[in-house]
């Protein structure tokens, strides 16, 4: 399966933005899906993940409540929407999918996941 990531751009701190991560190749209906961020000098650190249904999803502590995944299974596409953004959420944001991942810990792990997108900048000016 190929991931195009896009949506990032420039905003204010307290904007919002929508992230899109659009898949071909293979249906995205049966994979877990995850959007993962890098910002300069720092490790890759996940931000949130969806398995299939809409119960099974998980985010990282420092965006709860903030960001929700999402997925258009007949669009094939995944979405980050990102409220209430803050400097610190300045990163490049990658997408990801695997199949058959389950449970917060896997779905949260980066080496779990054979298929990613070329990731999308983000930029939260305060």
């Known amino acids: 399966v190929q991931l195009q990531a896009c949506g990032g751009g420039l905003v204010q701190a307290g904007g919002s933005l929508r992230l899109s991560c659009a898949a071909s190749?293979?249906?995205?209906?049966?994979?877990?899906v995850a959007w993962f961020r890098q910002a300069p000098g720092k490790e890759r650190e996940f931000v949130a993940a969806?398995?299939?249904?809409?119960?099974?999803?998980y985010y990282a502590d420092s965006v709860k409540g903030r960001f929700t995944i999402s997925r258009n299974n007949a669009q094939n596409t995944v979405y980050l929407q990102m409220n209430s953004l803050k400097p610190e959420d300045t990163a490049v944001y990658y997408c990801?999918?695997?199949?058959?991942?389950?449970?917060?810990?896997?779905?949260?792990?980066?080496?779990?996941?054979?298929?990613w997108g070329q990731g999308t900048q983000v930029t939260v000016s305060s």
């Open positions: 990801a999918a695997d199949v058959g991942l389950s449970g917060s810990y896997y779905l949260s792990q980066q080496s779990e996941y054979d298929y």
């Open positions: 190749g293979r249906t995205l209906s049966r994979y877990a």
């Open positions: 969806n398995r299939w249904s809409a119960g099974s999803t």
